[in-house]
């Protein structure tokens, strides 16, 4: 079984739709969730970062962790045609500066916004 | 600033040739990751180097890879010889290593993309 599923999508909605993203995660340690934009012929850029459970928005974008659930989301309002990309979910255990703070990443969602 | 930068952008070899890939993390960041992402696979953490030194290499595949860190600064990961499993996408990303939680933001390069033939 893998630490983080996330379904690969593809997945296409119009201009202006909310757009919804889930991942389901294994491993109770982890404590920072992240989601990564990846844009093709690109590396991974972080879009969102939370600690532990609650909420946090950022503009169009909005990230939610429920720990109990082992289970993390992104949610885009008003969904623009260069949201197009993949998106990744991804975890880790430890982000303090002492301590080897690997990520897990899910398989990634491919994301187009038809304009 | 120039963010983390990876050569070559895409390397073609043939199974059993040497290949060895680089990455220049930003600057001053004393941690230094590689990760790996196979054909239909999620992206894979590979070892973190801490400045020079290994910190965590349990992700590394088998004795074919050899990566290291001159003085802290730049990084080669080698593979040899490489095999068609070998065939992916390799990332370099680094992170300032100072500070909780975000400040240790890991910036990821474009990748090279490695082909076996």
């Known amino acids: 079984q893998k630490e983080v599923e996330q379904d690969p999508g593809p997945l296409s909605v119009p201009e202006g739709a909310i757009v919804s993203l889930n991942c389901t995660y294994s491993?109770?340690?982890?404590?920072?969730f992240m989601w990564y934009r990846q844009y093709s012929r690109k590396g991974p850029e972080l879009l969102m970062y939370?600690?532990?459970?609650g909420n946090k928005e950022d503009g169009r974008f909005t990230a939610q962790v429920d720990k109990s659930s082992k289970y993390i989301s992104l949610f885009i309002r008003d969904s623009q045609p260069s949201d197009s990309a993949t998106y990744l979910c991804a975890m880790s255990a430890k982000g303090g500066v002492s301590s080897a703070s690997k990520i897990i990443f899910g398989s990634g969602t491919r994301l187009s916004i038809r304009p | 600033e120039a963010g983390v930068t990876q050569f070559p952008s895409h390397s073609v070899i043939e199974k059993g040739q040497t290949v060895t890939l680089r990455c220049d993390p930003i600057s001053g960041h004393d941690n230094l990751y590689w990760y790996r992402r196979v054909m239909g696979k999620e992206i894979k953490f590979l070892l973190h180097f801490v400045k020079e030194s290994k910190q965590d290499e349990s992700g590394m595949p088998n004795n074919r890879f050899l990566a290291e860190r001159t003085g802290g600064t730049y990084s080669t990961l080698k593979v040899q010889p490489a095999e068609l499993e070998d065939s992916g996408v390799y990332f370099c990303?680094?992170?300032?290593?100072?500070?909780?939680?975000?400040?240790?933001?890991?910036?990821f390069g474009p990748g090279t993309r490695l082909t076996v033939l």
């Open positions: 990303a680094s992170s300032q290593g100072r500070g909780q939680g975000i400040n240790n933001e890991q910036f």
């Open positions: 491993n109770s340690a982890f404590q920072y």
């Open positions: 939370t600690y532990s459970s």
